[in-house]
């Protein structure tokens, strides 16, 4: 039985239909197939994203030397770790990104996915939106030891609930 190398229309074609970002790129960087659910994902094209460097493209920040990530993808084949990436309009988005070494006949080629995971990751809710005034508000209690002052905050918040709403609402049971 004779085991057949895949070409890059082969990686592409298995791609094209993925759920997640997908990307095929030469070990430059270049993007050689750029997938429907990246467009979606990055808000870019594919004839944008065509033979554009992936990494200057995305504004790519990596969480070591990229040297050391390709030094690693050579030696083993492959590559799996978080990067933060740059939509167009400037929103950063935290994602978890596979990188796979396809050696062919064609040349040596990277299947790189990245799924992003901003919106799942609580460390990395500044990334995507600003804060909100309460969570401002929490954060800085927070960084200057002042959690305790918490519990009083809410009794006044839920008082103040009270007082406004449960004259005017027959559900809620007013106290004796």
Same mark, same amino acid.
């Given at each position: 039985?004779?085991?057949?190398?895949?070409?890059?229309?082969?990686?592409?074609?298995?791609?094209?239909?993925?759920?997640?970002?997908?990307?095929?790129?030469?070990?430059?960087?270049?993007?050689?197939?750029?997938?429907?659910?990246?467009?979606?994902?990055?808000?870019?094209?594919?004839?944008?994203?065509?033979?554009?460097?992936?990494?200057?493209?995305? +504004?790519?920040?990596? !969480?070591?030397? @990229? /040297? $050391?990530?390709?030094?690693?993808? &050579?030696?083993?084949? *492959?590559?799996?770790?978080?990067?933060?990436?740059?939509?167009?309009?400037?929103?950063?988005?935290?994602?978890?990104?596979?990188?796979?070494?396809?050696?062919?006949?064609?040349?040596?080629?990277?299947?790189?996915?990245?799924?992003?995971?901003?919106?799942?990751?609580?460390?990395?809710? +500044?990334?995507?939106? !600003?804060?909100? @005034? /309460? $969570?401002?508000?929490?954060?800085? &209690?927070?960084?200057? *030891?002042?959690?305790?002052?918490?519990?009083?905050?809410?009794?006044?918040?839920?008082?103040?609930?009270?007082?406004?709403?449960?004259?005017?609402?027959?559900?809620?049971?007013?106290?004796?």
């Amino acid at each position: 039985m004779t085991v057949q190398v895949p070409t890059h229309s082969t990686i592409a074609r298995a791609c094209a239909h993925s759920l997640t970002a997908a990307m095929l790129r030469d070990l430059d960087g270049n993007i050689i197939f750029w997938n429907r659910a990246a467009e979606r994902s990055y808000r870019i094209s594919e004839r944008k994203a065509l033979g554009s460097v992936s990494h200057v493209l995305l +504004h790519t920040v990596f !969480p070591e030397p @990229l /040297s $050391e990530i390709n030094r690693q993808l &050579l030696k083993t084949g *492959k590559w799996t770790g978080e990067l933060i990436h740059t939509l167009p309009d400037g929103q950063k988005v935290k994602v978890r990104s596979s990188w796979e070494l396809a050696a062919e006949d064609c040349g040596a080629c990277v299947i790189e996915t990245n799924t992003n995971f901003t919106d799942l990751d609580p460390q990395s809710a +500044h990334l995507g939106k !600003p804060l909100s @005034l /309460s $969570e401002r508000f929490i954060r800085i &209690l927070l960084e200057h *030891k002042l959690w305790w002052i918490i519990p009083f905050i809410f009794l006044l918040l839920v008082a103040e609930f009270f007082t406004e709403f449960a004259p005017s609402n027959p559900m809620l049971p007013l106290p004796d």
